[in-house]
């Protein structure tokens, strides 16, 4: 594999890694605040909610069929 490709599989996983740090604070966020009757698929649409107010990830996350 070329020099070239590695740092462009690099530079990828890195903002990979950026995003799902952040989506991760926002999941945090709302497991934290013990929301009750929630279950697993109410609590990662309201992490997503509160991930898309991130004005750079307005979009969502986009990562989550990983």
């Known amino acids: 594999m070329s020099d070239r490709n590695v740092r462009s599989i690099q530079c990828r996983m890195q903002l990979i890694h950026k995003d799902c740090k952040k989506f991760n604070g926002c999941l945090r966020q709302i497991e934290l605040m ?10 990662m649409q309201r992490a997503n909610e509160l991930f898309t107010q991130i004005k750079r990830y307005e979009d969502g996350f986009k990562f989550d069929h990983v």
């Open 34 to 43: 013990h929301p009750s009757g929630a279950n697993e698929q109410i609590i």
